[in-house]
């Protein structure tokens, strides 16, 4: 594209280029290895960017809404924005090396590469494709993501393509009901209704539970995409609350709420303010989804009618 955009751009100057390269094979050399080889590299920087970037924020949270996606994105805006900074000092000098082998002049580097390390005109010059560059890594990831988990939620027998359009239509998910624990024994299975909570602790992930608690393996990332949204609900990265085992919240301090489990008494829920209408309509359809669940009890202890 960058190349496609100079020729039709700036067409006297990828002529003189192609002029000074001795012809169509010198310029092909030249195109891949003193400038697609170092600006690989560029990429390769900026993934190792948005990765700290992602954990030093802790930008964990998205759910399927236009508005969800667009505040995710939006927040990588400014890493795209300043990653100049960070690359064209090792990307200039990397092309600088391979372009002008063996003789490196400094009139030829002053006049071709100082230009734009640091300059207005590198940064307008650059940072568009950078832009450009770190969505399509993002969307690619999201979209990578995505699938993956949708494989993991689907049923054993059931593609990704069936969970998707099932997804898209709008059927019923089938929702984890098990999952597997530690004991000092070796391994449990625990009905994940009897869990009251699960949280991560030091790099370890744990399920209060009826019986106690257990280490478990699978991430709260994992563990959110396979249980029942309306039943547990993540106040924070640290934990999924049961709402079954909810009982109220109180305001905290710097607009934060704690959310109060009469089976943890100890345990301080940390909930952000940003978190509550999601609470509250998680909320309303646990409350609606158990008074389901009784009436559909309640009618099969009942039996069928008797016959006049």
């Known amino acids: 594209m960058y190349e496609l955009l100079s020729w039709v751009l700036n067409p006297d100057e990828q002529s003189m280029k192609l002029n000074y390269a001795n012809g169509l094979a010198g310029y092909m050399v030249n195109w891949v290895f003193g400038f697609y080889l170092p600006e690989f590299v560029s990429l390769y920087i900026v993934v190792i960017l948005m990765e700290n970037f992602h954990k030093l924020f802790e930008i964990n949270d998205l759910t399927l809404s236009p508005k969800s996606i667009l505040l995710y994105e939006l927040k990588f805006l400014p890493l795209f924005l300043t990653a100049y900074f960070f690359f064209i000092p090792v990307t200039l000098h990397l092309r600088f090396l391979i372009r002008e082998y063996p003789k490196f002049g400094a009139e030829r580097y002053e006049s071709a590469y100082l230009k734009v390390l640091y300059t207005p005109a590198g940064y307008i010059g650059y940072t568009p494709f950078i832009i450009i560059l770190g969505y399509l890594l993002l969307n690619t990831s999201l979209i990578v993501d995505f699938l993956q988990n949708l494989k993991k939620a689907a049923k054993p027998e059931e593609t990704v393509l069936g969970a998707l359009t099932s997804l898209a239509v709008g059927a019923p998910r089938t929702y984890t009901q098990v999952i ?121 202890l009942a039996g069928p009618p008797e016959s006049s």
């Open 180 to 300: 597997a624990a530690k004991t000092n024994a070796g391994e449990t299975l625990l009905n994940v209704e009897d869990c009251y909570l699960f949280e991560t602790e030091e790099g370890e992930y744990f399920a209060e539970h009826t019986k106690g608690r257990y280490k478990i393996s699978k991430s709260l990332a994992e563990l959110e995409n396979e249980l029942d949204p309306d039943r547990f609900f993540r106040g924070n990265r640290h934990y999924l609350l049961n709402l079954d085992y909810f009982d109220s919240y109180s305001y905290w301090e710097k607009g934060k709420y704690v959310l109060h489990c009469p089976k943890l008494p100890e345990k301080d829920l940390i909930m952000p303010r940003a978190r509550m209408a999601t609470l509250k309509q998680s909320l309303e359809n646990n409350l609606a989804n158990s008074a389901a669940r009784a009436a559909l009890t309640a009618g099969s």
